[in-house]
């Protein structure tokens, strides 16, 4: 077998002979999109929709401009590889490998701030997606509340033309195009909370409130915040994913892309400066997006949530193991069947039982390799937004949320940072260091967490859950995790959705 080749323009002629190559010509792109926060997942998702609309044609408006924020890797990466990378989709039939083409060039903020103003403030751009976390948006999840100060949106309001977080390189380009007499871009927020367009239109406007009033009037009625929900699972690249593109497909990729098959993307119609027609490569734009979202985040995101936690306490490693285990596929099975799947109201176009199996056999794709650690980052916005809003719901209609609360307690007792072994866990949170302590102080008494209102918000004083909460970390803590989710089946581990 041949050595593998660097992946480049030069070079797409060679990698065309194994894999899905641009046929478009990259030089006709033009960079209508800006994209803040280039990960694998938005490569995986947002970029291959654009792809393909290149790929049919559609070049001469939406090429994407790609901006990271806090990680220089991503950069010299896409720069000596001309912008190119390889999305792989595995399943358990076979693998399907794409060169996508359409980031037409890549800046970093903290070196390139004034080009990235720059084509933020371009008449070109129309359109700017974002993938920057729950967390970025500085909204209170509890009141909907813009939170200001923040160190680093206190700085960018003490310098505004050198801005260094989102909301201040978005505020100052809407400021600029304002004041030039340009329109404003569309910005839409794929980040998985609920109503993310919502919270896109209060973090901007309310950022913009602190600088001038007057922008934040404008914002506010001449920019649109579409809602969207995204689903695709996609993997942290690892060495053995770099050296499996190598063997399989000869590309010499630096950061490939490994992903599953499945791919969703549902767009609220609400655009100000022309809407890309993603709807011929798959999108659905609708009137309400939040059916959609819900059923994804509670049912996905949630398994997500329960997995990463109570597996890893248990020591599992992925969520494929996870799922392979009869124990814990039994419960996510059970989880979404029955607490979570009662309480979703009906969405058009999708059968709940079919859609909930076919989440267990994406969960439990053994060529994916989803690792738990990635489910658990940012346990402090996730577990709110996709299982206590289940749990508070619940209580409120008085239906069953056993099997929600055990996942809470998996999340507060890993928190800790050591799982059932003794062996040490990160805690990747931005609240690590306000919710550790609580739950090392705590062990199984949970209330001293439950009064972190910016996670638990109403249902932290809700003495009843606090109560269940308790008992549920005492269980773990007297008769380990496999046995408590175990027991929380009842003796029946042939849950079918």
């Not at 401009?65 to 989709?89: I, N, S």
């Not at 340009?182 to 919270?199: A, I, K, Q, R």
Request: charged share 20%; with cysteine; hydrophobic share 45%.
């Amino acid at each position: 077998m041949s050595a593998p080749v660097r992946l480049a323009d030069d070079t797409l002629a060679h990698h065309a002979e194994r894999v899905a190559v641009p046929s478009y010509d990259r030089t006709a792109l033009e960079p209508a999109v800006v994209h803040m926060s280039v990960g694998s997942f938005h490569r995986s998702h947002q970029a291959v929709y654009f792809d393909e609309l290149a790929q049919r044609g559609v070049t001469k408006a939406w090429g994407i401009t790609g901006v990271g924020l806090h990680r220089p890797e991503m950069r010299a990466v896409l720069t000596a590889q001309d912008g190119l990378y390889t999305v792989v989709a595995r399943s358990a039939v076979d693998d399907v490998a794409r060169v996508v083409g359409v980031i037409g060039r890549y800046l970093f903020a903290p070196q390139d701030g004034g080009a990235v103003l720059d084509a933020l403030s371009s008449p070109q751009t129309r359109l700017v997606t974002l993938t920057i976390t729950g967390a970025a948006y500085s909204v209170d999840p509890a009141t909907d509340a813009f939170r200001a100060g923040h160190p680093e949106l206190e700085a960018d309001l003490a310098t505004p033309s050198r801005p260094t977080s989102a909301l201040g390189h978005l505020v100052e380009a809407l400021d600029r195009r304002r004041r030039a007499g340009l329109e404003p871009f569309t910005v839409l927020s794929c980040d998985n909370v609920p109503g993310n367009g919502e919270m896109a239109r209060r973090a901007l406007v309310g950022f913009a409130a602190l600088r001038d009033p007057r922008l934040a009037a404008w914002i506010d009625e001449r920019v649109a915040f579409p809602s969207s929900m995204v689903d695709r699972i996609t993997a942290k690249t690892t060495v053995a994913d770099r050296e499996f593109v190598e063997h399989e497909f000869g590309v010499a990729d630096r950061w490939p892309v490994i992903t599953e098959p499945f791919s969703q993307w549902v767009i609220e119609d609400v655009f100000c400066n022309g809407r890309p027609p993603l709807d011929e490569v798959g999108v659905r734009f609708v009137g309400d997006v939040r059916p959609y979202a819900l059923l994804k985040t509670r049912l996905l995101n949630a398994s997500h949530c329960a997995l990463g936690h109570l597996g890893g306490l248990a020591g599992l490693q992925s969520a494929d193991e996870a799922m392979d285990d009869p124990v814990f596929g039994a419960y996510v099975a059970r989880l979404m069947h029955h607490e979570v799947a009662p309480l979703l109201p009906s969405v058009p176009g999708v059968d709940l039982r079919a859609y909930q199996r076919s989440l267990l056999e994406r969960l439990a794709n053994p060529m994916i390799g989803d690792e738990l650690s990635r489910l658990r980052r940012n346990g402090s916005s996730k577990v709110p937004t996709h299982v206590l809003s289940s749990i508070a719901e619940a209580r409120a209609r008085g239906l069953p949320h056993t099997l929600l609360t055990l996942a809470v307690a998996g999340w507060c007792r890993q928190l800790r940072g050591v799982d059932e072994d003794g062996h040490g866990v990160p805690i990747d949170d931005p609240l690590a260091d306000v919710l550790q302590p609580l739950a090392v102080a705590g062990g199984t008494d949970p209330r001293s967490l439950l009064g972190v209102w910016q996670v638990f918000g109403p249902l932290g004083q809700d003495q009843g859950f606090a109560a269940e909460l308790e008992g549920a970390l005492v269980a773990i803590e007297q008769d380990g995790v496999r046995s408590v989710v175990a027991a929380s089946l009842g003796g029946d581990r042939q849950v079918a959705a």
